[in-house]
């Protein structure tokens, strides 16, 4: 069965004290995965481990800031001191940054890119010399249907977004030869506490975070070089935009996030 392809293998997770990363750990572990679970939040995290374990599971937990960077690499290390490897690494850990391009400071940019590009790349370049050298691993990225098209006041989330597909693709091929693979996910909004605050449209509804996780479980097992969801949707947004930018703007306006930030 593909769940034997997850059991006794070892996964890092960043970001996994709520939201998908926790489905993931969950799912992971209810297939017999050895865990190293990454977040920022302790108490938070801690819960989520003591749910893996309540599952069988092994499970090193590691508050990490993976804007950190010796934070981010370390939850590698300490996967690998631990069970001597790691298979599976999935960057998860990000955070939406909604302000309009007029009113971007040049810092909101770089914050953005640590978190969601940076903190994604550090684990993942941390375990591919590891992985190159046992010719054999998986790398999990979290991209957004953002990373084809941007949303209007998203620029700077969009940007990270499109960074990380753009690593994954090339990562991708360039690893074939070396047994790695590499996943990039594609989401539509996610029901995930960093999108709480936003009202969405009634055409395009959040993703319950347990939905998303399943699509990133099907994506480890079956080597998917890419995952997107809401798929139909998802890929006719990703044509609209390869085929006509203008047309794309238009799709825009009607599924764009139809309230702001409260609070």
Same mark, same amino acid.
């Given at each position: 069965?593909?769940?034997?392809?997850?059991?006794?293998?070892?996964?890092?997770?960043?970001?996994?004290?709520?939201?998908?990363?926790?489905?993931? &750990? =969950?799912?992971?572990? %209810?297939?017999?995965?050895?865990?190293?679970?990454? &977040? +920022?939040?302790?108490?938070?995290? #801690?819960?989520?481990? &003591? %749910?893996?374990?309540?599952?069988?599971?092994?499970?090193?937990?590691?508050?990490? #800031?993976?804007?950190?960077? *010796?934070? *981010?690499?370390?939850?590698?290390?300490?996967?690998?001191?631990?069970?001597?490897? =790691?298979?599976?690494?999935?960057?998860?850990?990000? $955070?939406?940054?909604?302000?309009?391009?007029?009113?971007?400071?040049? #810092? #909101?940019?770089?914050?953005?890119?640590?978190?969601?590009?940076?903190?994604?790349?550090?684990?993942?370049?941390?375990?591919?010399?590891?992985?190159?050298?046992?010719?054999?691993?998986?790398?999990?990225?979290?991209?957004?249907?953002?990373?084809?098209?941007?949303?209007?006041?998203?620029?700077?989330?969009?940007?990270?977004?499109?960074?990380?597909?753009?690593?994954?693709?090339?990562? +991708? $091929?360039?690893?074939?030869?070396?047994?790695?693979?590499?996943?990039?996910?594609?989401?539509? +909004?996610?029901?995930?506490?960093?999108?709480?605050?936003?009202?969405?449209?009634?055409? $395009?509804?959040?993703?319950?975070?347990?939905?998303?996780?399943?699509?990133?479980?099907?994506?480890?097992?079956?080597?998917?070089?890419? =995952?997107?969801?809401?798929? /139909? +949707?998802?890929?006719?947004?990703?044509? *609209?935009?390869?085929?006509?930018?203008?047309?794309?703007?238009? /799709?825009?306006?009607?599924?764009?996030?139809?309230?702001?930030?409260?609070?």
């Amino acid at each position: 069965m593909a769940e034997h392809r997850i059991r006794g293998r070892v996964a890092v997770v960043t970001g996994a004290s709520s939201g998908i990363g926790e489905e993931i &750990a =969950v799912l992971l572990a %209810a297939r017999g995965a050895r865990l190293a679970l990454g &977040a +920022r939040r302790r108490t938070e995290l #801690d819960e989520v481990a &003591a %749910a893996c374990r309540a599952l069988g599971a092994e499970v090193l937990a590691l508050p990490t #800031d993976v804007t950190v960077r *010796a934070q *981010a690499e370390g939850l590698v290390a300490a996967a690998i001191e631990q069970w001597g490897r =790691v298979d599976i690494v999935v960057a998860n850990a990000g $955070q939406m940054f909604r302000i309009p391009v007029r009113d971007l400071a040049y #810092d #909101d940019v770089v914050a953005a890119m640590e978190v969601n590009y940076f903190g994604a790349v550090a684990p993942v370049l941390a375990a591919l010399p590891a992985m190159i050298e046992r010719g054999n691993g998986q790398i999990v990225l979290l991209g957004s249907l953002e990373s084809r098209k941007g949303v209007p006041h998203e620029g700077a989330y969009a940007a990270t977004k499109f960074a990380i597909a753009g690593f994954g693709d090339v990562a +991708r $091929q360039e690893l074939h030869e070396y047994g790695v693979t590499v996943t990039t996910a594609f989401f539509g +909004r996610v029901d995930a506490e960093m999108i709480a605050p936003l009202r969405v449209s009634p055409i $395009q509804p959040k993703i319950p975070a347990a939905k998303a996780a399943r699509a990133i479980i099907r994506g480890i097992e079956k080597r998917k070089p890419e =995952v997107v969801v809401p798929a /139909v +949707r998802g890929r006719l947004f990703f044509l *609209a935009a390869a085929l006509s930018p203008r047309l794309a703007d238009f /799709v825009n306006r009607l599924l764009r996030v139809s309230g702001t930030w409260e609070g």
